[in-house]
């Protein structure tokens, strides 16, 4: 009996030549990539002396389309799920239009005033500013050497 090694970084296993060059070409669509990173929107959030500010990528979108709740030290930011299915006597050879729901969830530091977060959605981000509570803002002053 002969024992074969299984080693992860070789593509090409020579027990099955090919067998991961069929998966990768599959997987590796543009039709299936593109489903798979676009199923969760990208997001950026950046932290100043005064607030934190999340900005969430989701163009094609309507504010009336987001729904951003707090509850306890969780801010949800969700959206529903819309299709048109209107065709217009049109014969679709390829049809990509439809947006597809999610959910993203972000804990909320101690620092957080959630009584005061403020959203707008303007150019296909939706902006989120949450104020620092005034207790956390970093205080900063000069110290003079004696």
Avoid: C
């Avoid at 090694?5 to 020579?14: D, H, I, L, M, Y």
């Avoid at 070409?25 to 676009?38: E, H, I, Q, W, Y």
């Avoid at 389309?65 to 801010?75: A, G, T």
């Avoid at 972000?106 to 005034?134: M, V």
């Amino acid at each position: 009996m002969t024992l074969v090694k299984f080693n992860p970084e070789k593509k090409n296993s020579s027990l099955l030549p090919g067998f991961n060059d069929i998966f990768e070409s599959v997987l590796g669509d543009t039709f299936f990539t593109d489903r798979r990173l676009s199923s969760v929107p990208a997001v950026n959030i950046s932290e100043s002396n005064e607030e934190y500010h999340i900005e969430l990528a989701a163009p094609g979108l309507k504010k009336d389309d987001f729904k951003v709740s707090v509850e306890r030290d969780m801010l949800t930011i969700s959206t529903g799920q819309h299709t048109e299915n209107n065709s217009d006597g049109k014969t679709y050879n390829r049809r990509e239009y439809s947006y597809s729901a999610f959910t993203r969830a972000f804990t909320l530091p101690e620092s957080a005033d959630i009584e005061r977060i403020q959203a707008a959605y303007t150019d296909g981000i939706l902006h989120l500013n949450i104020p620092k509570k005034e207790e956390a803002k970093a205080v900063s002053r000069q110290i003079e050497i004696q």
